[in-house]
């Protein structure tokens, strides 16, 4: 994949339940003193570090993210705080913060960009080529990754990651595409011919076949899961006394995880019984809020 960062003007990407999160660090019982330092692990395009710069004149943010483009529109978006922010190419799983903070926010989901540029191969819904790397250095790619799992792994990932019944015809079909005709020439090739294991009345409804299928693909390829699980082991350690974790999901296999860290984690306070989910206008203005779920957890 190209990774020319000349241009990041179509990294347009719209962060959901700010609101939710600015009013979950209210928890925090010092969070209107001066000082205060936070991280935000999945920066994006700065959506959230933007509202929370604007609102706590004396916060500090280290933001992560390891997708170059973010970062680069991160930067542009959050330039008027370039002092009180703090970019960093990271993996959150991978970082470790040298002093302890006061919260730290996550939204676990994809970003508008990676979906919405065919270039990255997230979506079937411009052909684009098998990518689906959030670092877009990683060493496997989705091209990659079905090339070499064998016909029974790549079914178990599909059901596993994908909640799709039909995993092992799917599974079994796209190694035989690729023993007969060599690989996909895209998404939408691959779409195509996920689409062609599903009965023809199931073929054309709203959600289309290959979207549990992709998402499989999508969490196998970034460990989207791995690196989930090793965050809540080690996030409660960048906290200070009474400091607040905020995360976003997505999708039932995160927000299961995130559940029963704050659950049973000794260190954290479980805040949230129920999650929080986005309010009916903010999914009249964006549809990808639909499915959020915000959790928030106090260390003790």
Same mark, same amino acid.
């Given at each position: 994949? =190209?990774? $020319?960062?000349?241009?990041?003007?179509?990294f #347009?990407?719209?962060?959901?339940?700010t609101? /939710?999160i +600015?009013?979950?660090?209210?928890?925090y019982?010092?969070?209107?003193n001066?000082?205060?330092?936070?991280?935000?692990?999945?920066?994006g395009?700065?959506?959230?570090?933007?509202?929370?710069?604007?609102?706590?004149s004396?916060?500090?943010?280290i933001?992560?993210?390891?997708d170059?483009?973010a970062r680069?529109?991160?930067?542009?978006?959050?330039?008027?705080?370039k002092?009180?922010i703090d970019?960093?190419?990271a993996?959150?799983?991978?970082?470790?913060?040298?002093?302890?903070?006061?919260?730290?926010?996550?939204?676990?989901?994809?970003?508008?960009?990676q979906?919405?540029?065919?270039?990255?191969?997230?979506?079937? =819904?411009? $052909?684009g080529?098998?990518d689906?790397?959030? #670092?877009?250095?990683?060493?496997?790619?989705? /091209?990659? +990754?079905i090339?070499?799992l064998?016909?029974?792994?790549l079914?178990n990932l599909?059901?596993?990651y994908?909640?799709?019944?039909?995993?092992?015809?799917?599974?079994?079909?796209?190694?035989?595409?690729l023993?007969v005709?060599g690989k996909?020439?895209g998404?939408?090739e691959?779409?195509?011919?996920?689409?062609?294991?599903f009965?023809?009345?199931q073929?054309y409804?709203?959600?289309?076949?290959a979207?549990?299928?992709?998402?499989?693909?999508?969490i196998?390829?970034?460990?989207?899961?791995?690196?989930?699980?090793?965050?809540?082991?080690?996030?409660?350690?960048w906290?200070?006394p009474?400091?607040i974790?905020?995360?976003i999901?997505?999708?039932s296999?995160e927000?299961?995880?995130v559940k029963?860290?704050f659950?049973?984690?000794?260190r +954290?306070?479980?805040?949230?019984?129920?999650?929080i989910?986005?309010?009916?206008?903010e999914?009249?203005?964006?549809?990808r809020?639909?499915?959020g779920?915000?959790?928030?957890?106090?260390?003790?």
């Amino acid at each position: 994949m =190209q990774t $020319d960062l000349s241009d990041s003007s179509f990294f #347009n990407h719209k962060s959901v339940m700010t609101d /939710e999160i +600015l009013a979950s660090l209210e928890h925090y019982p010092l969070i209107h003193n001066n000082q205060l330092k936070g991280i935000d692990a999945t920066l994006g395009g700065g959506g959230h570090s933007y509202h929370l710069l604007r609102k706590y004149s004396d916060l500090h943010i280290i933001g992560l993210d390891q997708d170059p483009f973010a970062r680069k529109s991160a930067s542009k978006k959050l330039d008027e705080f370039k002092n009180r922010i703090d970019i960093r190419a990271a993996n959150f799983a991978d970082f470790e913060p040298k002093e302890k903070v006061s919260f730290v926010i996550a939204d676990l989901g994809v970003n508008s960009n990676q979906i919405d540029d065919p270039k990255r191969g997230f979506s079937f =819904q411009k $052909d684009g080529p098998l990518d689906m790397r959030m #670092n877009p250095f990683l060493e496997v790619d989705a /091209e990659k +990754l079905i090339e070499t799992l064998q016909e029974k792994d790549l079914a178990n990932l599909i059901y596993k990651y994908g909640d799709e019944r039909l995993s092992r015809k799917i599974a079994r079909k796209i190694k035989m595409d690729l023993k007969v005709n060599g690989k996909y020439s895209g998404t939408k090739e691959l779409a195509y011919s996920i689409a062609g294991c599903f009965p023809p009345k199931q073929r054309y409804k709203k959600i289309h076949p290959a979207t549990r299928t992709f998402q499989a693909l999508r969490i196998a390829v970034n460990k989207e899961i791995e690196v989930l699980e090793k965050f809540l082991q080690i996030v409660p350690d960048w906290l200070l006394p009474g400091g607040i974790i905020s995360i976003i999901s997505f999708h039932s296999l995160e927000d299961r995880l995130v559940k029963s860290s704050f659950k049973n984690d000794q260190r +954290l306070k479980n805040l949230t019984k129920k999650p929080i989910t986005p309010s009916e206008q903010e999914v009249e203005i964006n549809k990808r809020a639909r499915s959020g779920k915000l959790r928030v957890a106090q260390l003790n």
